[in-house]
């Protein structure tokens, strides 16, 4: 089969119709589970390095853990929470998959972190809980991986929502070309996954934020002669650098910022050299 190595051709054939409608049928529903294991293994080579060791991680200079393939945010009881908490909506979503969650999280998925601080988590490697935690992530990769696909199911209809009426149309062109090709849609996916859709007002230094949406948006104006997914990662560029140009100074992100470009510079080779 032509796309036996990526996704498959039904998969782009949906993604297009969502270009013009809103309800089409959900992407998940069309895609093969070799498909989302093989985009859920690349997700987990750019989060996490292929190691499962860091499936629960916290990050140097980061208030919060981060959890599984696509590294969910997990904030620990706090009243400020910059960006959108991800892994109690990973949490729900895999209970309503069947998985088995763990008994210490109880019935409230939505609870806060245990561990407070990173310290605190880093002294705390031999906590039942946490090992219980990793066992888990570990066994429900795939479920990750079907998560973070369908997060791309509603992603144009509230992208839409959330831009003036002039923006539509230019973000569900390039939406539409991007989901045509295999290389295109993992951008997407991934790219969602990394930052984000880029709506919530909380995701925003001085006013800008750092999405999907605003990657669509800082696209330059197509031509024939213009490579979608290339402008695409050129685009994601120039809008993480400005995120840290507009970052507060406390936060350092400049540090971060050669990582984030390789990892959508990635885009380019991942998929066609069947990494």
């Not at 949490?91 to 008994?103: Q, V």
């Not at 019935?107 to 066992?135: G, M, V």
């Amino acid at each position: 089969m032509k796309y036996r190595r990526g996704i498959s051709a039904s998969f782009f054939i949906i993604m297009f119709c969502l270009c013009s409608l809103q309800d089409s049928p959900a992407v998940t529903a069309s895609v093969s589970s070799g498909d989302i294991r093989r985009i859920g293994d690349m997700v987990f080579r750019n989060e996490c390095s292929g190691k499962e060791e860091l499936l629960v991680n916290w990050n140097e200079g980061e208030d919060f853990l981060s959890l599984g393939i696509g590294h969910f945010i997990w904030y620990p009881a706090t009243d400020v929470k910059d960006f959108i908490e991800s892994f109690p909506l990973f949490l729900r979503y895999a209970k309503d998959s069947g998985a088995e969650i763990p008994g210490w999280l109880g019935r409230n998925l939505s609870r806060p972190c245990p561990w407070n601080t990173r310290d605190e988590f880093l002294r705390s490697q031999d906590d039942p809980r946490l090992i219980e935690l990793r066992r888990f992530l570990i066994s429900t990769k795939l479920v990750q991986a079907r998560f973070i696909v369908k997060r791309l199911d509603d992603a144009l209809p509230i992208m839409l929502k959330n831009v003036p009426e002039e923006d539509r149309g230019g973000i569900s062109a390039r939406f539409g070309r991007l989901s045509l090709s295999r290389s295109g849609a993992f951008a997407m996916v991934d790219y969602i996954n990394f930052k984000g859709l880029g709506i919530s007002p909380s995701e925003r230094y001085n006013g800008k934020g750092w999405g999907l949406t605003q990657v669509l948006l800082n696209m330059k104006e197509d031509n024939a002669a213009n490579d979608t997914l290339k402008e695409f990662v050129n685009a994601a560029k120039r809008t993480l650098e400005e995120r840290v140009n507009n970052a507060p100074p406390g936060r350092n992100e400049k540090k971060w910022l050669a990582g984030w470009q390789n990892r959508v510079e990635s885009y380019l080779y991942n998929i066609k050299a069947g990494r």
